[in-house]
């Protein structure tokens, strides 16, 4: 089946600029993530949606990056006015509850954020 | 708080040979240790999980990981290398969603 799509795979914005970023997760999959990948850093968490609960949004590096949840479904993350330090990978993972827990994140192919 | 420690930027290794990445963890309560796999370009592949059970987990392409609660370690290991196992490749423990990630370990398999 589908895994996770992400989109654009690349974008290139001016300092300054708002930028959207989206997360298809898997059909089914209550659960999604978005990550942030920095080069030469390991994975760090930003927010966490899990079906109609609060997002859990205690990774997000600043008050200008925000990520909504539309129907479940369909994510998206917008960062404001950006800086070169929000250069990275940003990487969407969805997971199921069904079957025992803990539940192993799928991950999408992540849009690579350059800003110039 | 939960942390995941991988010692080694960088793992070479030649084609055929055993191979070992690297991971230790800390964590309250019981630790739920992952590995995942990230090619060039491209998504992270989940390996292999442990919950609990066995101390060696097994998962895919031929990869096995060994949870050892004393040295708090959950260390990656394959039998035979192949060049294509050559990778980015995290460790990541949860005691609760979400995961947190190790910084990475390039393994580099020589033919």
């Known amino acids: 089946g589908a895994g996770v799509s992400q989109s654009p795979s690349n974008k290139v914005t001016e300092k300054g600029k708002d930028v959207e970023l989206r997360c298809d997760p898997i059909s089914g999959h209550t659960a999604l993530y978005w990550y942030r990948q920095s080069l030469g850093q390991g994975l760090e968490f930003l927010i966490y949606f899990q079906g109609n609960s609060a997002p859990d949004k205690s990774g997000l590096p600043s008050d200008r990056f925000s990520a909504e949840r539309t129907g479940g479904s369909?994510?998206?993350?917008?960062?404001q006015r950006t800086q070169q330090e929000d250069s990275?990978?940003?990487l969407c993972a969805s997971s199921s509850k069904r079957g025992t827990g803990p539940y192993e994140q799928y991950f999408g192919p992540g849009t690579r954020l350059t800003v110039t | 708080a939960q942390s995941v420690a991988q010692p080694e930027?960088?793992?070479?290794?030649a084609e055929g040979n055993?191979?070992?990445v690297k991971c230790t963890y800390s964590v309250s309560g019981n630790p739920y240790?992952?590995?995942?796999?990230?090619?060039?370009?491209?998504?992270l592949?989940?390996?292999l999980k442990y919950?609990?059970?066995?101390n060696l987990v097994k998962g895919s392409y031929g990869f096995e990981a060994e949870f050892n609660k004393s040295q708090t370690s959950f260390h990656l290991k394959k039998p035979s290398a192949l060049v294509s196992d050559s990778a980015l490749y995290f460790c990541a423990v949860s005691g609760n969603t979400p995961l947190v990630f190790g910084k990475g370990t390039r393994l580099s398999v020589i033919a």
């Open chain 2, 33 to 43: 240790l992952f590995w995942y796999v990230q090619y060039p370009n491209r998504g």
């Open chain 2, 18 to 20: 055993p191979l070992t």
């Open chain 2, 9 to 13: 930027d960088q793992v070479n290794v």
């Open chain 2, 51 to 54: 919950i609990t059970g066995d």
């Open chain 1, 74 to 79: 369909v994510s998206t993350l917008t960062i």
């Open chain 1, 88 to 90: 990275a990978v940003y």
């Open chain 2, 45 to 47: 592949q989940f390996l």
